[in-house]
């Protein structure tokens, strides 16, 4: 679920509240007009946070792979046997890149998609980190770059490959999925869900129970979830008539949907502690309580 707490006001909890914003802000600014795009100089994808890898990925497959043709390739090697790269690789493999700031050649799939597990693969850290500079093994029936893109289709660089292909094939991306919402039905949907988020707020914040004895729609008491959402609805028109004319599968109530709200909200809380102790140990002090049969 993606769910963006801007406008979501959290009940009387100010010190997270401005820690939930002070996350946002370092998570979700990207300057995509500053990404460094010399294959040389940029950085791994696995060193940005998870939720802007994807974003990255697409600003750098829609620059397209670095193919810089220069007159004159810098010389390198033995003094005797000087060898350079040559720009005619480019149509031998297409996704291969250039580096003017490292006279080396990097591997565009590869580094989208590297991980930092999987350095040992043969010529993976070359063409996407250091560089490939060795020249004289380009060629041939030994070559390297040949060996670097593997017969099996389970290489790393075809599946990097694939995964580069089922990037750009729009008919796949889950985004469009989500295109098919008018900005209308978007912005109902997140009211909903920001009422939703406010309420799960709300009876953490109070320490009190969700769910009622009986929460069908003839129910005089829905429990305290049900019953705060709909309090909230007597003040505020709009919202209510959202929620009654929403259909079931947006309305965003149901005790998963609040079971996953409240994860993610104690999945932040555990983080926030963590970083303020500065990974040092912590410990819960949990009051015993009792329902009405004792247990
Ligand atoms: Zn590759």
Redesign the pocket.
């Known amino acids: 679920m993606i769910v963006s707490d801007e406008d979501t006001p959290t009940p009387n909890v100010p010190i997270i509240e401005n820690r939930f914003k002070k996350n946002r802000v370092e998570n979700n600014e990207i300057d995509l007009s500053t990404l460094e795009r010399d294959p040389g100089l940029r950085k791994q994808i696995y060193d940005y946070p998870v939720n802007q890898r994807d974003t990255i990925i697409r600003a750098h497959i829609n620059h397209s792979p670095i193919q810089q043709t220069l007159s004159v390739y810098p010389k390198s090697g033995l003094e005797t046997h000087k060898r350079s790269f040559q720009a005619s690789w480019f149509k031998l493999y297409h996704l291969l890149e250039y580096s003017e700031s490292l006279d080396a050649a990097f591997?565009f799939?590869?580094f989208l998609f590297n991980k930092p597990s999987g350095m040992g693969h043969y010529g993976q850290r070359a063409?996407t980190i250091d560089g490939f500079q060795n020249w004289k093994k380009v060629g041939g029936k030994n070559c390297a770059f040949l060996h670097?893109?593997g017969t099996e289709c389970t290489s790393f660089?075809n599946v990097?490959q694939k995964s580069c292909d089922d990037l750009l094939n729009e008919a796949h991306d889950i985004r469009n999925v989500f295109e098919i919402f008018t900005e209308k039905e978007r912005k109902n949907n997140r009211l909903r869900l920001k009422a939703t988020i406010y309420t799960v707020c709300l009876c953490a914040f109070q320490g009190i129970a969700y769910r009622g004895h009986d929460e069908g729609s003839n129910s005089i008491n829905k429990g305290n979830f049900r019953e705060i959402l709909k309090g909230i609805g007597y003040f505020n028109t709009e919202l209510e008539e959202l929620f009654r004319t929403a259909p079931k599968h947006t309305l965003y109530t149901s005790p998963s949907i609040q079971k996953e709200i409240l994860n993610l909200i104690s999945t932040r809380a555990r983080r926030m502690i963590c970083e303020e102790i500065n990974g040092g140990k912590f410990c819960l002090v949990v009051n015993e309580a009792r329902d009405q049969s004792n247990k």
């Open positions: 591997c799939p590869c063409f670097h893109i660089h990097a």
